[in-house]
């Protein structure tokens, strides 16, 4: 296996799996809170700390491989705030009822490491726009969802039922789904990772 994916994301590997790329997926063990605790100490933003975590995912499973690494990371953007994933159901009521009417920024970094070092990276930014839904519409999508809106930061899969939550998406679905495809895909076959 030549192609390591740097996560144990459910969406990241169904991105690789239905582009049909065949990968090994390990977990970086990255404390993330520490290094965003870190970084934004240091004043960076949602976009940077994104860039940063998915560069250090990669890094440290190359760390010794010959092996093209994948790391890759995502933030919720708030008028630049950033934004965890919610740790309830509670949470997630409340971090929907947040978003609800506004638009937001999802920043995707997606970073390739070999032998320990970066070699190639992308940054992609998408805004979402959810709609003024009801209270009643939210309760529904959270009993419908529970446990599954805490996967992401913004509490909704945009492959499932939390596509109902917005009036407008600009940006790349993959982005979006949290792992930038479009360019990895080009690097991978300018390697020789995938066929051209």
């Given at each position: 296996?030549?192609?390591?994916?740097?996560?144990?994301?459910?969406?990241?590997r169904a991105v690789l799996d239905g582009a049909g790329v065949r990968y090994e997926a390990r977990v970086a063990g990255v404390d993330e809170d520490a290094?965003?605790?870190?970084?934004?100490?240091?004043?960076?933003?949602?976009?940077?700390?994104?860039?940063?975590?998915?560069?250090?995912?990669?890094?440290?499973?190359?760390?010794?491989?010959?092996d093209f690494v994948i790391g890759s990371d995502q933030t919720l953007d708030l008028d630049g705030q950033l934004y965890d994933k919610a740790e309830s159901v509670e949470a997630a009521r409340e971090r929907l009822r947040l978003l609800r009417g506004r638009t937001h920024?999802?920043?995707?970094?997606?970073?390739?490491?070999?032998?320990?070092a970066p070699i190639w990276r992308e940054?992609?930014?998408?805004?979402?726009?959810?709609?003024?839904?009801?209270?009643?519409?939210?309760?529904?999508?959270?009993?419908q969802e529970g446990e599954?809106?805490?996967?992401?930061?913004g509490c909704?899969?945009?492959?499932?039922?939390?596509?109902?939550?917005?009036?407008?998406?600009?940006g790349d679905?993959?982005?979006?789904?949290?792992?930038?495809?479009?360019?990895l895909l080009a690097l991978l076959r300018r390697h020789g990772e995938l066929a051209e």
């Open positions: 296996m030549s192609l390591i994916l740097a996560s144990k994301s459910a969406a990241r290094v965003k605790t870190s970084l934004l100490a240091e004043g960076a933003g949602p976009r940077e700390i994104a860039d940063a975590l998915a560069e250090l995912k990669a890094i440290r499973v190359s760390a010794g491989r010959p920024k999802l920043h995707s970094a997606v970073v390739v490491a070999k032998e320990g940054i992609v930014t998408a805004s979402l726009t959810m709609r003024d839904f009801s209270d009643a519409f939210l309760e529904e999508y959270l009993a599954h809106a805490l996967g992401s930061v909704y899969r945009l492959e499932g039922p939390g596509a109902q939550l917005f009036s407008k998406i600009e679905y993959f982005a979006i789904l949290g792992l930038p495809l479009m360019g």
